[in-house]
């Protein structure tokens, strides 16, 4: 490999990296990621996007950024706007939970949505690029004919490039290319009345291009090569190095549940789940993937429910997590608490789904509520693994989790697997250096360490969840 500045747009942070030859990390830094509200919704200060990379590569040591050969950029999906050759946007850089294209969706019939699975591998929803480029098309205050659409990880490669292109796994979050034939979809875009041709061509996470001339002089750089690595999920699966026969549980601000396939499913059966099918970053396999909405987010909501500090919510975890191992917890005794504070998972997928607590009794502590909170999210993410119908033999871990002893044996004794949780925290980062190599890293690089189920407990869980089961339905089942 070659020295490599790493950009990875979150939704909450851009973490910045700078790794030697031999994947070492020399660097890192993170800041909030940029974003402005406009009449519809929330969007991407691209600018300040550009500032944060830049900053980063200032700071610098110079000899350290001479070195630099390769920068490589990963992101959330779904996000992006319209952007002409002149690398102008002629659209707002929209993000990825931003629904102002839903009402485009809701002339769709029965037949038009199985169709949709059946050619791209992803469930209607407006959190996904297509329906953002149709309202994009239709909202524009000049000419289109010449604009493509770029995912924000794409849009800040062109900046430093000149040159537009889609990488594959980003392209399969658009809900417009066709899996099988790893093309953009006529037929798909055509829904929506929309030409294939506002898409740009696809390539590979390994194939860079040249950083414009100019824009490295000014930037201290020398001969440096750009590239797209992905989507940040499927790229921390590369991190991971995750095989068929693993999960991997990304956290962060959501949760994201990812499994490798052989061959694509986009069966009616599968398409009931609505898991979102995909390509792996590294171009030869497929992805089955749930975002989860409620993940590292539940700290702010838990946070702001019990009006405590970041330190004070960090000791109700601690105390909840020894009280577990402890075997000191009445599990009659806990709320019952449905996590969904942004939104419901799969298979209801219902943005404007709320959360629910019931069971609060006069004398439930907070050290309960945060125990319950986090079990409710354990529970949630079991029943999303369950729809991938896969057998599971490991669980790797990588962001936030990996540091909240709380969350990770809650989930080795709900699930009754081991996990194996990385040590090293910018796991996304590490697999967007290997991704522009052409190269995979062990599993075994991400220092990982093995959380085992308690097999008591385990038993323990199966039995409450079978008690509450009929009050989980309920509060699942209850109108947004």
Same mark, same amino acid.
């Given at each position: 490999?070659?020295?490599?500045?790493?950009?990875?747009?979150?939704?909450?942070?851009?973490?910045?990296?700078?790794?030697?030859?031999?994947?070492?990390?020399?660097?890192?830094?993170?800041?909030?990621?940029?974003?402005?509200?406009?009449?519809?919704?929330?969007?991407?200060?691209?600018?300040?996007?550009?500032?944060?990379?830049?900053?980063?590569?200032?700071?610098?040591?110079?000899?350290?950024?001479?070195?630099?050969?390769?920068?490589?950029?990963?992101?959330?999906?779904?996000?992006?706007?319209?952007?002409?050759?002149?690398?102008?946007?002629?659209?707002?850089?929209?993000?990825?939970?931003?629904?102002?294209?839903?009402?485009?969706?809701?002339?769709? @019939?029965?037949?038009?949505? %199985?169709?949709? +699975?059946?050619?791209?591998?992803?469930?209607?929803?407006?959190? +996904?690029?297509?329906?953002?480029?149709?309202?994009?098309?239709?909202?524009?205050?000049? #000419?289109? %004919?010449?604009?493509?659409?770029?995912?924000?990880?794409?849009?800040?490669? %062109?900046?430093?490039?000149?040159?537009?292109?889609?990488?594959?796994?980003?392209?399969?979050?658009?809900?417009?290319?066709?899996?099988?034939?790893?093309?953009?979809?006529?037929?798909?875009?055509?829904?929506?009345?929309?030409?294939?041709?506002?898409?740009?061509?696809?390539?590979?996470? #390994?194939?860079? /291009?040249?950083?414009?001339?100019?824009?490295?002089?000014?930037?201290?750089?020398?001969?440096?090569?750009?590239?797209?690595?992905?989507?940040?999920?499927?790229?921390?699966?590369?991190?991971?190095?995750?095989?068929?026969?693993?999960?991997?549980?990304?956290?962060?601000?959501?949760?994201?549940?990812?499994?490798?396939?052989?061959?694509?499913?986009?069966?009616?059966?599968?398409?009931?789940?609505?898991?979102?099918?995909?390509?792996?970053?590294?171009?030869? $396999?497929?992805?089955? /993937?749930?975002?989860?909405?409620?993940?590292?987010?539940?700290?702010? @909501?838990?946070?702001?429910?019990?009006?405590?500090?970041?330190?004070?919510?960090?000791?109700?975890?601690?105390?909840?997590?020894?009280?577990?191992?402890?075997?000191?917890?009445?599990?009659?005794?806990?709320?019952?608490?449905?996590?969904?504070?942004?939104?419901?998972?799969?298979?209801?997928?219902?943005?404007?789904?709320?959360?629910?607590?019931?069971?609060?009794?006069?004398?439930?502590?907070?050290?309960?509520?945060?125990?319950?909170?986090?079990?409710?999210?354990?529970?949630?993410?079991?029943?999303?693994?369950?729809? /991938?119908?896969?057998?599971?033999?490991?669980?790797?871990?990588?962001?936030?989790?990996?540091?909240?002893?709380?969350?990770?044996?809650?989930?080795?004794?709900?699930?009754?697997?081991?996990?194996?949780?990385? $040590?090293?925290?910018?796991?996304?980062?590490?697999? %967007?250096?290997?991704?522009?190599?052409?190269?995979?890293?062990?599993?075994?690089?991400?220092?990982?360490?093995?959380?085992?189920?308690?097999?008591?407990? @385990?038993?323990?869980?199966?039995?409450?969840?079978?008690?509450?089961?009929?009050?989980?339905?309920?509060?699942?089942?209850?109108?947004?």
């Amino acid at each position: 490999m070659t020295p490599t500045v790493t950009v990875d747009i979150g939704t909450t942070s851009i973490k910045l990296c700078l790794f030697d030859a031999e994947g070492a990390l020399q660097a890192a830094d993170r800041c909030a990621t940029p974003t402005r509200r406009d009449a519809w919704g929330e969007i991407y200060d691209t600018d300040a996007v550009m500032d944060a990379v830049r900053s980063f590569v200032d700071a610098l040591d110079p000899a350290a950024r001479r070195a630099v050969q390769c920068i490589v950029i990963a992101g959330v999906g779904e996000s992006g706007g319209l952007v002409d050759p002149d690398l102008s946007l002629v659209s707002p850089m929209i993000l990825w939970h931003d629904h102002r294209g839903a009402d485009l969706l809701t002339g769709l @019939t029965e037949a038009d949505r %199985a169709r949709v +699975y059946a050619v791209t591998g992803l469930p209607v929803n407006a959190n +996904y690029a297509l329906s953002k480029v149709a309202w994009a098309l239709a909202h524009a205050e000049r #000419s289109t %004919a010449a604009a493509q659409w770029l995912n924000v990880s794409e849009y800040v490669a %062109a900046l430093l490039t000149g040159r537009r292109w889609a990488e594959p796994s980003l392209a399969s979050r658009t809900m417009a290319l066709d899996l099988v034939g790893r093309r953009w979809s006529r037929e798909v875009c055509g829904l929506f009345g929309v030409d294939p041709g506002v898409f740009p061509p696809l390539r590979a996470a #390994s194939e860079g /291009f040249a950083m414009d001339p100019a824009t490295a002089r000014a930037w201290g750089l020398d001969e440096v090569t750009v590239h797209v690595a992905g989507h940040d999920h499927m790229v921390g699966g590369v991190g991971a190095d995750l095989r068929p026969g693993e999960m991997l549980d990304s956290t962060g601000t959501t949760e994201g549940v990812l499994a490798l396939l052989r061959t694509p499913r986009l069966d009616a059966v599968t398409a009931a789940t609505k898991l979102a099918g995909g390509l792996a970053c590294d171009g030869d $396999g497929f992805t089955l /993937f749930a975002s989860i909405p409620t993940g590292g987010s539940a700290f702010a @909501t838990l946070r702001t429910l019990l009006d405590r500090e970041a330190d004070e919510l960090a000791d109700l975890v601690a105390r909840a997590h020894r009280d577990w191992v402890l075997g000191s917890v009445d599990l009659d005794r806990l709320p019952l608490v449905l996590p969904q504070f942004r939104g419901s998972p799969p298979p209801r997928k219902d943005a404007t789904a709320r959360g629910a607590i019931a069971g609060l009794q006069t004398d439930t502590t907070a050290v309960e509520l945060v125990l319950a909170c986090f079990l409710g999210m354990v529970r949630q993410f079991a029943e999303v693994w369950e729809l /991938f119908d896969l057998e599971l033999d490991r669980v790797k871990v990588i962001g936030p989790a990996s540091a909240n002893p709380l969350w990770l044996q809650l989930k080795a004794d709900y699930l009754g697997v081991p996990l194996s949780v990385s $040590g090293f925290p910018e796991v996304v980062s590490r697999g %967007a250096q290997a991704l522009a190599h052409g190269i995979r890293l062990p599993w075994s690089a991400s220092e990982p360490r093995d959380v085992p189920p308690d097999t008591a407990r @385990t038993a323990e869980l199966a039995q409450w969840r079978a008690r509450t089961a009929d009050r989980w339905a309920h509060l699942a089942e209850m109108p947004a």
